[in-house]
């Protein structure tokens, strides 16, 4: 069974703050991704990775940025927390093999910030 | 226009009955499409994926893609309560990158 875990279910930070979150896959795929979900704005893409140290951008970088040092370990960076960014925090990854390229989501981090 | 719609729902069908979830989708390029199911509070857990014409069933459930139409559906039979929950479209675009819709809301009562 494919796993990928997350550091936290709920994270409650302050305006200001660096946050981190992890996410950690064991089925040794190459691709990892960061989405956030908001109430009819569905699921969008910050961040994902394609292999060790590299990353590509998603639709909504802005205020984000990532590290992936390890090809098991794909970690999302608030440099500067807002209000804006309150969310839930969805981490996938999947294989990199064509046509199925389907990806297995973490439970998700909720994250406030006040 | 959005890469990928779906109606928001909710979409209320009685137990028994087959529900049908649509999708439409702007990139015709797209080779691979998939349904996932997610539950309140939970993430999302993968139903199928299609990338061929046709109907392709699993269990209770059928996808069905018409690539020159550009869109894909879900059928679900036998629609039970526990079917209750958001059903997600998305779309491979370029390069192995999934588009999510925002989802339709599927009620399914007793």
């Known amino acids: 069974d494919v796993k990928v875990t997350q550091s936290s279910r709920y994270l409650v930070k302050r305006t200001g703050e660096k946050v981190f979150l992890e996410c950690v896959q064991d089925m040794d795929h190459e691709n990892m991704f960061w989405y956030r979900q908001d109430p009819g704005l569905g699921l969008r893409l910050i961040y994902f990775?394609?292999?060790?140290?590299?990353?590509e951008k998603g639709d909504i970088p802005e205020g984000y940025s990532v590290s992936r040092e390890k090809k098991e370990r794909f970690s999302l960076i608030l440099e500067s927390a807002s209000t804006n960014q309150t969310s839930m925090y969805l981490c996938?990854?999947?294989?990199?093999?064509?046509?199925?390229?389907?990806?297995?989501f973490g439970p998700g981090t909720r994250l406030t910030v006040l | 226009q959005k890469e990928v719609e779906q109606n928001s729902g909710p979409l209320s069908v009685p137990e028994g009955a087959i529900a049908s979830l649509n999708c439409t989708y702007s990139?015709?390029?797209?080779?691979?499409f998939f349904w996932y199911r997610q539950y309140s509070g939970k993430s999302p857990e993968l139903i199928m994926f299609i990338y061929s014409n046709g109907d392709k069933e699993d269990g209770r459930f059928t996808a069905q893609l018409n690539k020159a139409s550009q869109y894909v559906s879900l059928l679900i039979r036998d629609s039970q309560p526990s079917d209750s929950a958001t059903y997600l479209c998305a779309v491979v675009t370029g390069f192995q990158k999934l588009v999510f819709g925002t989802g339709t809301r599927l009620l399914v009562s007793p």
């Open positions: 990139d015709r390029g797209s080779q691979s």
């Open positions: 990775s394609y292999d060790v140290k590299m990353k």
């Open positions: 996938a990854s999947g294989p990199q093999w064509e046509p199925n390229n389907e990806q297995f």
